[in-house]
């Protein structure tokens, strides 16, 4: 299966492997002289031509199933770093390659009758078939056995009569299911539907067209893969889907139930065809599709624990998929075949080389397909975004994968990301992380937040001089909003004994210091607490004496919506009746009425990560079957009762947010449609943003860590409730800071590990972006290192002459 490439990777691995310049085999590395592979697609060809190439003794058979001028899909991307592994492992076939390329760099977004192009992305192409070709007389000519129209014997059988055996035998592998149980492979299919076509004419674009019919969203992906011959005139109407105009690969997507609302699950699939051709006319030119051999489908994500068994080894789709709008198998599979043959090349036996490859590639493919997964996720979802100016649903669309980012389409295109700034409304020369946010009557210069951050390091509940520093530092570094930890409304919701509190008249004087500190030191930055109870997590040691884990002594008892310990070993928590609700309800008060006295600006309920209000919400931590449990609307009960007390003592004027966990990560816990109205729920009654983590809500978790991997559940939240969010988790550079809220993904962004490593991370943020302006103020003491230091010179002199002899 062939898909698109929408951008190159930026920073991406460079696929260059100079051991492969020299085809003179290491007397040290693996040496298969019997090889047996499995499909003849591109990364089983090129696997072969490399073998061979390397050592021209070996024997190399390949099976393929269908004939020589069978192909499946039309266009073939490869990206600049793949071509450079090409490059310098065979340069033969990186000239034929070269010579029938398209190349173009803009991408063309259709929005409800408005296009946006964006350019300098650097794309090149050619036909499948084409590329076929070019391997077919590469092998032939290395004298590598082709065998077409055959199946491939069992693998096992391969196995046992050749040194090496290489299943590159696609999504549907037979080697795969043969050996399931030691590859344990993963297959997930997705809710769109799509097809793979072609139209007789080249696009000057890579384009993506919008179209929202009366069934639902359809989506067309289109590039050129032939331009028009030389001699083509513009009368000469074309014959078919290559030829003399050129020719395009074109890809219509929906979600499954627009495809089955439009009728194409009951027609034939060349009446679909016929019927996207018109619905895409005017993208199309009025030209028709062609198809080879096409049908709808789903696409299928395929992940494997392993890729290699005894002297078996999975390459490319075999081994893994990553979704068409992002990477195409091709690439990913011709990039499989250099790493392979290196390895065999690098290492003394096939168990070490099939070891190296797999380490190599996996971390590698791993990046490719959580970027494939956002994409593939927001096309699924495109519905959600089609209310955004146009200007923002092209950049969003661009940066979906969140591989390309603000700074780098700047790289590329300068004028599209200025027209998008503009359009978000940053003045000139002002970043998006820059421009004002107010939330009720509050008015942050900038949109980022340091993350609430435990310490454990308070005694008897009361914040010292360890948080005024460490609260003080970030104020002066910058940050619109500083948050403290989370501060426990009594000495029994304490996670540990080094937490904070606000459950006397001393904490709260202790807490005043640092507010005023902020405000007086720190003019423009505001100070949020954070009120929760620790529930079914508390009374357990600190961080780094063992996360989670009971004291040793002196432990406490524990109060939850149910009797369910937080893990083996846990204490477990006695199920709250309803007067000890009501008795938490009145400490939360208290707390929060302490707040406002010490000078808190904003105010949030920490509803997530497994404490006691979070307790309630989840399914898999509240078992009760009073009113309290149950439904969601029963979950949502006590936190809402306690966020209404909250908000009845906390200033009108003064806003309040709500952190919750969107997912649970776990079977049967809370999901992102729960997370939705949750929010919904809590915006009802009053609150000004929701804060959105994920998970730490129950032990048997399993979460999917990544770059900035809790900011899909904020970007739902906040295009399906209107509701402002917070986005937190693995943001990591100011680049993603920009990237997500000129995508309009997130309103402000919270981060909390790069302001543990650099306390004046926003006010480095500006300088490195050179901004000056009112949505950051360096403290007058610190001015003077508002500029980069200068290193020493590493740049030698330029020759000045060119002296003959």
């Not at 624990?305 to 068409?324: C, I």
């Not at 700034?421 to 509050?442: I, N, S, V, Y």
């Amino acid at each position: 299966m062939e898909g698109t490439v929408t951008v190159p990777t930026p920073g991406a691995r460079a696929t260059a492997r100079p051991a492969l310049t020299n085809p003179q085999p290491s007397p040290l590395t693996s040496h298969p002289l019997k090889v047996a592979i499995i499909g003849g697609g591109p990364g089983g060809l090129y696997a072969a031509a490399l073998l061979k190439r390397l050592d021209p003794a070996r024997e190399i058979t390949v099976w393929e199933r269908n004939a020589p001028d069978d192909t499946f899909g039309f266009g073939v991307v490869l990206s600049d770093e793949t071509l450079g592994g090409i490059e310098h492992a065979d340069p033969e076939v990186h000239a034929a390659l070269q010579h029938h390329f398209v190349r173009w760099d803009d991408i063309d977004i259709v929005h409800r009758a408005t296009r946006h192009t964006s350019g300098g992305h650097g794309f090149a192409a050619l036909g499948r078939r084409r590329l076929l070709e070019i391997l077919h007389h590469r092998c032939r000519a290395l004298g590598v056995e082709l065998r077409f129209a055959s199946e491939a014997p069992h693998p096992a059988r391969l196995a046992a009569s050749h040194d090496l055996v290489v299943a590159a035998d696609g999504v549907h592998s037979t080697t795969r299911d043969a050996y399931a149980q030691v590859f344990r492979p993963h297959v997930a299919t997705h809710r769109c539907r799509y097809i793979w076509l072609a139209t007789d004419f080249a696009f000057d674009a890579f384009r993506f067209d919008i179209a929202e019919t009366e069934h639902g969203v359809m989506q067309l992906h289109a590039y050129p893969y032939a331009r028009p011959s030389p001699d083509h005139h513009p009368s000469t109407r074309p014959s078919g889907p290559q030829n003399q105009s050129g020719a395009s690969t074109v890809i219509v997507e929906m979600r499954e139930e627009v495809w089955r609302a439009a009728g194409f699950d009951d027609i034939d699939p060349q009446q679909s065809i016929e019927s996207c051709a018109k619905i895409f006319a005017e993208a199309l030119r009025g030209r028709p599709l062609h198809s080879n051999k096409s049908t709808w489908t789903t696409f299928r994500t395929v992940v494997n624990e392993r890729w290699s068994h005894e002297n078996v080894v999975l390459l490319g789709d075999a081994a893994h998929t990553a979704h068409f709008s992002i990477g195409s198998g091709t690439k990913l599979a011709v990039e499989d075949a250099l790493a392979l043959a290196a390895c065999l090349q690098e290492h003394p036996g096939i168990p070490s080389a099939l070891s190296a490859y797999e380490e190599e590639r996996k971390p590698v493919v791993a990046s490719t397909q959580r970027a494939a997964r956002a994409s593939l996720e927001w096309f699924e979802n495109i519905a959600r975004y089609l209310g955004q100016p146009p200007r923002q649903f092209a950049f969003n669309l661009l940066t979906r994968s969140r591989r390309v980012t603000h700074d780098n389409l700047r790289l590329r295109d300068a004028g599209f990301t200025e027209s998008v700034e503009r359009a978000f409304g940053c003045p000139p020369g002002t970043p998006p992380m820059f421009t004002p946010f107010r939330l009720r009557g509050l008015t942050l210069r900038n949109r980022v937040v340091v993350s609430p951050m435990d310490m454990y390091s308070a005694v008897d509940g009361l914040p010292g001089d360890f948080h005024l520093v460490h609260l003080g530092a970030r104020a002066l570094g910058g940050a619109g909003l500083v948050m403290t930890e989370m501060v426990c409304i009594s000495p029994e919701g304490r996670l540990t004994p080094g937490c904070t509190g606000l459950y006397n008249g001393k904490q709260a004087e202790a807490w005043r210091r640092i507010t005023d500190f902020v405000h007086t030191r720190a003019p423009g930055t505001a100070i949020g607490v954070q009120l929760g109870h620790s529930g079914r997590k508390g009374s357990t040691r600190l961080m780094w004496e063992g996360i989670d884990e009971p004291l040793p002594d002196g432990n406490w008892p524990l109060v939850a919506a149910s009797a369910i310990p937080y893990k083996p070993g846990s204490q477990t928590p006695r199920e709250l009746s309803r007067a000890r609700l009501t008795d938490l309800r009145e400490q939360f008060t208290a707390a929060a009425w302490r707040a406002a006295r010490a000078g808190f600006d904003l105010l949030e309920l920490h509803c997530a990560h497994g404490y006691l209000l979070s307790g309630f919400l989840s399914p898999l931590t509240n078992r009760r079957t009073d009113a309290y449990g149950g439904s969601l609307q029963k979950r949502l009960r006590f936190p809402l009762e306690v966020f209404d007390a909250v908000r009845g003592v906390w200033p009108q004027e003064r806003p309040m947010t709500v952190r919750i966990s969107a997912t649970d990560w776990a079977e049967g816990g809370t999901g992102a449609e729960d997370a939705v109205e949750i929010a919904r729920a809590f915006a009802a009654h009053g609150a000004d943003a929701i804060d959105v983590s994920t998970g730490q809500v129950v032990a048997e978790e399993h979460p999917e860590f990544g770059r900035s991997y809790q900011t899909p559940y904020a970007d739902r939240i906040r295009h399906s409730t209107g509701i402002p969010v917070i986005a937190v988790g693995a943001i990591s550079s100011w680049d993603d800071v920009n990237s997500l809220l000129l995508a309009g993904r997130a309103d402000l962004c919270a981060l909390a590990r790069p302001h543990l490593y650099d306390p004046n991370w926003t006010l480095h943020a500006a300088a490195e972006q050179s901004y000056e302006g009112p949505g950051v103020v360096w403290p007058v003491p610190y001015r003077a290192g508002s500029r980069r230091p200068r290193t020493g010179r590493t740049d030698a002199p330029k020759p000045r002459l060119t002296l003959g002899t």
